[in-house]
Nanobody, 118 residues
Framework: QVQVVESGGGLVQAGGSLRLSCAASGSIFGINAMGWYRQGPGKQRELVAIITRGSTNCADSVKGRFTISRDNAKTTVNLQMNSLKPEDTAVYYC?????????????WGQGTLVTVSS
């Protein structure tokens, strides 16, 4: 069974920083993309940042503040969040898309809560 597990959420004051990590495990043959999404109170889930096979991309709202990176083994993806704002408060979810033993994978983590106080 393939799973992704997030860590690193918490409470931080506006202007502070947090680092989220997402570790993938299980029978993964290949990864097309790993990314971070978030869902704020009363909002729809939105893409924050994503790493594909050849590139990274961030939402306009976080460009210049958030950085996504992947470890050499390519099974962990991190999200460094700087200059946090109250509007960044959300549950952050990790997503993996690829293929494994049972075919295509589209795996979500349980989410980690980030709360930014003003």
């Amino acid at each position: 069974q393939v799973q992704v597990v997030e860590s690193g959420g918490g409470l931080v004051q506006a202007g502070g920083s947090l680092r989220l990590s997402c570790a993938a495990s299980g029978s993964i043959f290949g990864i097309n993309a790993m990314g971070w999404y978030r869902q704020g109170p009363g909002k729809q889930r939105e893409l924050v940042a994503i790493i594909t096979r050849g590139s990274t991309n961030c939402a306009d709202s976080v460009k210049g503040r958030f950085t996504i990176s992947r470890d050499n083994a390519k099974t962990t993806v991190n999200l460094q969040m700087n200059s946090l704002k109250p509007e960044d408060t959300a549950v952050y979810y990790c997503n993996l898309r690829g293929w494994g033993t049972l075919g295509n994978l589209d795996v979500w983590g349980q989410g980690t809560l980030v709360t930014v106080s003003s």
